[in-house]
């Protein structure tokens, strides 16, 4: 199967500074998608990353996809209160009937 | 309009009952799955259903068992309850071809006490 590590496991980052949450996979990633949880609530969808160099921005969020590396990373640029939370990382699992198979997450808290 | 809802949000129990939390999406969506999210906030599937096949995760105990009433429903049963399945449980749908992503519910944490 394949496996997600993600890094850094936890974060504190000062508000407006710049931060990267890296997720490598132990297969070619062909596919991958990061999602969002809030402290006790559900996954917010970020961004889906299909091809190999694509980029993607939302807001002040940024992904990337290098399948040589096999590896994505996800960008928060001057970073605020509201991206406080667990960030995951997804590859859908064929032998799972293509569910997501997530990374341990990455918890991200912004201090003022 | 929620697209994935998800019942109870939460729901406390003994040891030994049987339970079961209702999960409902109105995307139109073919594929329905279901999660388990530990204390450690891993994220682990535990079914994943179409109207074609269930996949079940080999490491789910068999005391889970999905039921899917028509193709917008996949409710989770769970007989015999123990402590250890105090956990938050996730539903989520997809199309079958995955374009547009996952659409997860909001969660039901379930405590066996």
């Known amino acids: 199967s394949q496996e997600l590590e993600q890094s850094p496991q936890s974060l504190i980052v000062q508000e407006g500074k710049n931060l990267t949450i890296n997720c490598t996979s132990s297969k070619t990633l062909y596919g991958l998608y990061w999602y969002k949880q809030k402290y006790g609530e559900g996954l917010i969808f970020l961004m889906m990353?299909?091809?190999?160099?694509e980029e993607k921005s939302h807001e002040k969020i940024t992904a990337k996809l290098d399948e040589k590396k096999q590896q994505s990373s996800l960008h928060i640029t001057a970073s605020q209160p509201s991206h406080a939370g667990i960030y995951l990382c997804g590859v859908p699992s064929p032998g799972s009937g293509y569910a997501l198979n997530f990374g341990k997450g990455t918890s991200l808290l912004v201090t003022p | 309009d929620t697209a994935v809802s998800q019942t109870p949000k939460y729901l406390v129990t003994q040891m030994g009952n049987d339970k079961s939390i209702k999960c409902e999406q109105n995307l139109g969506h073919d594929t329905m799955y279901w999660y388990k999210q530990d204390s450690k906030k891993f994220l682990k599937i535990m079914f994943s259903?179409?109207?074609?096949?269930?996949?079940i995760n080999e490491t789910v105990p068999n005391r889970f068992s999905p039921k899917s009433p028509d193709k917008a429903h996949l409710n989770l049963h769970i007989n015999s309850l123990e402590l250890g399945d105090s956990a938050v449980y996730f539903c989520?749908?997809?199309?079958?071809?995955?374009?547009?992503?996952?659409?997860f519910g909001s969660g039901t944490r379930l405590t066996v006490v």
């Open positions: 259903y179409n109207n074609k096949e269930l996949i």
């Open positions: 989520a749908s997809s199309r079958a071809d995955r374009a547009y992503g996952y659409t």
């Open positions: 990353l299909q091809k190999g160099g």
